[in-house]
C-alpha cells in the first residue's frame, strides 16, 4: 500500500534508514562503495547510514519534499513503519513494513533544515568528502541544465521485494503529481541497467556526466519525463 510518510519520530526514522541502507547496499552500490574505498567494512555501513538519516531527517521536515512508502506484510527483515504514518483515516495495520521508499522533491522546495547529524558527517574522512561534495556538484549541475520540475530524490526498493512493480508505483505516484502540476519529473542514476528501466516508463536522458572517482570510472545521468 502506498503511504505518504508524515510521522517523524525515531522508530519511523530508523525504519526508512533501514530500508534505504538495505536497498543500497554499502558493500555493493557502486556510488558508496567508490566513496567510501579504502575505509573498513564498518566504517563505510557507519558513514553510509550516518548519510541516509541526515538526508531522510531533512526530508521529512521540509514542506517541499513528500517521502512516501510502500508498505507490505511482515516477512522480508525491513524495517516496521511507526503508527502515525497512515495516510488519513486509516486504521493501523499490525505486521507491516517498508518495502519501497522513494522522496519526492517539489520545484522550489526551501533549502533544508539542520538535523542532529549533521556536526556528525562534518567529520567524515577527507577523501570521502571530497568525493561525496564532488558527485553532488555535478548531480546539482545536471539537474539545473535540465529543467526546473519534481525530483525524485531517492527511490529503493529492498532486495527480496524487487521486481514487484513497487517502484514503478512510487515513480507512476510522482509522474501523477508533476503533471497535475504542469511540471516535469526528473530522477538521477549511475546506472546503465537503470536508465534502460527508467525509459520504458517514459522517461529520457537529459544529460549526464563521466569522470573518475575513488580510483574507478564513473557516470552519472540526469533523466526527465514531461
Known sequence: ML???TNTSER????LVDSYARSF??????PV??????L???EVERWHRLGIAQKVFRA???PGHEVWAVRVGLGGGAGKIEEGSKEEGEEEEEGEEVAAVMILKHPNA???GPSPYDAEMERMPASAKERHDELRRRSEALKTAA???YHVSWLGTVPEHRRKGFGAALIRYALERARADGACLRLSTNSAENVAYYSRLGFEVAGYDEWEMGGEPFTWWVMVAQ
Request: hydrophobic fraction near 35%; avoid cysteine.
Open 3 to 5: 503511504t505518504h510518510i
Open 12 to 15: 519511523t526514522l530508523a525504519a
Open 25 to 30: 547496499d554499502a558493500r555493493e552500490f557502486y
Open 33 to 38: 562503495r567508490v566513496q567510501f574505498a579504502g
Open 40 to 42: 573498513s567494512a564498518g
Open 60 to 62: 521529512l521536515r521540509n
Open 110 to 112: 526551501p533549502p533544508d
Open 147 to 149: 529543467g526546473d520540475g
